[in-house]
């Protein structure tokens, strides 16, 4: 399949659900507070799923089976995912109460093939289809579809304010060693304390620059009057695409190439990644527009930061579960964006980042967070009103190739992060073919897919069946 446009639509039918609780609980009924970083992630959840090509070794009754006895088996150790999110106070500050409530686990069928399914536009196949919905007070909803090839999607979606993407990543491969019967490779740790306030909290005024209390947010512009760049195009939508290994490398080689340069430092995949999408967005956008910034924001992962090179809790922190993230981002003149080059954007990517990438950053914080509660805050890069904004989430740890439920490794697998803000959301992931090459999902306003699209077709190409390595 070559042509988009040969894509059936997918329609798909649960024929069963049911709820797993964890095998053995091993210990009461207890509650988990959120850390002061899980207070700054709203009620969303996101996704993630895995398409695997028929396997003639098993029915789909017996992948299901086996799925669902390594699933009560992995909740042992992973008992949060069992339990439910309750609000503690009229603060709106909530907490998992781990009572083995379980986890709903759906069974279904769909009528297409897994190469007719339509990996480009996941708003039209992933969307509710083959990804569940969490339900009310639930941590994590699983459902498995047969598609018409007896293939098989995998599709979850866990809570944000219980799980980040590393967390659900440290699950995911957990329930794939159970189903192997491997002992885990980690275990999920879920003491709070490594992310307790300290005793005499303080922090840098760089916190209070990429972080908000919503209460100062501005109230949102009533429904009869449009927001600037409001068009017929304004809407967000879902794109997967498909990055050649040469295009990074040559991505990066651009944004290292700092002619006149009195300091040099060398810019990641990621950061030239980042850099080249702010750009590229950048650069077809009307110089006299409403706007004149253009902001972007790279997720930053803090398990390693905290430990401050102290090796014991540097592994401790390795199977830390919950959200330890934070937001630096930049915001440039959409000018500036055009007409510099790559290597000066990078830069200015490799400048927030930095702010972000010390132990003092995650500690101050964390600080920040206990100085302003029990009011909710966010990260500022997600309050509307500022002018256009993207954020980058690295999903490179992304252990696709390691999702073996004992039928073989899958085709296919990304997350699906179907949020409804307005802030864009961009993740690189390795493709599961293991030679370099990305697939990256993206969730932008319309008008900046079709920037992508119009500027650097080259560079992201539609995700189809092509790339797909089936045997």
Known sequence: MKNMSTKKELSVRVKKKEVVEAAAPPIPQHWVPQSNLDLLLPPVTFGVFFCYQKTPKLTFGAICSDLKAALAETLV??????????????????????????VEF???????????????????????????????????????????????????????????????NMFLVSWSEVAQAKPLSQLPCFRRSFLFPRRHGHYDLSVDAMYTLISSLPPPLPAAEPKP??????????????????????????????KGSAKHHRITKLQAFSAFLWKTIAAGMCKDNSFKNFRLGVVVDGRTRLS???????EQLKG?????LSIPFGDRKIEDLQEKPLSWVANAVREFLEEALTREHFLGLIDWVESHRPEPALAKIYASG????????????????????????????????????????????????????????????????ELIEAHASHVFKPMTSEYLDFN
């Open 229 to 258: 760049l409001q068009t017929d195009e304004q809407s967000v939508i879902s794109r997967i695409y498909y990055i050649e290994s040469d295009e990074i490398i040559r991505i990066q080689s651009l944004a290292n190439s700092q």
């Open 320 to 324: 830390y579960f919950g959200n330890v």
């Open 77 to 102: 150790s992973y008992y949060a995912l069992a339990g439910e999110v309750v609000m503690k106070n009229a603060g709106g500050e909530a907490e998992i109460v781990c009572n083995n409530r379980g």
């Open 308 to 314: 401050g090179g102290d090796e014991k809790q540097a």
């Open 106 to 168: 759906a069974e279904a069928l769909a009528d297409v093939e897994l190469s007719e399914v339509n990996l480009y536009n996941p708003d039209e196949s992933i969307e509710k289809k083959l990804v569940p919905n969490v339900k009310h007070g639930g941590v994590l909803a699983i459902q498995v579809t047969q598609l018409k090839c007896g293939g098989v999607v995998v599709g979850c979606s866990f809570d944000h304010r219980v799980a980040d993407a590393y967390s659900a």
């Open 386 to 449: 500022d002018g256009p904004a993207a954020v980058v989430s690295s999903g490179q740890q992304f252990p696709v190739r390691k999702i073996d439920f004992g039928w073989g490794k899958p085709i296919f697998g990304s997350y699906h992060f179907h949020w409804g803000g307005e802030a864009g959301y961009v993740m690189p992931m390795p493709s599961p073919k293991g030679n370099g090459d990305w697939i990256v999902y993206m969730h932008l306003q319309k008008w900046q897919v």
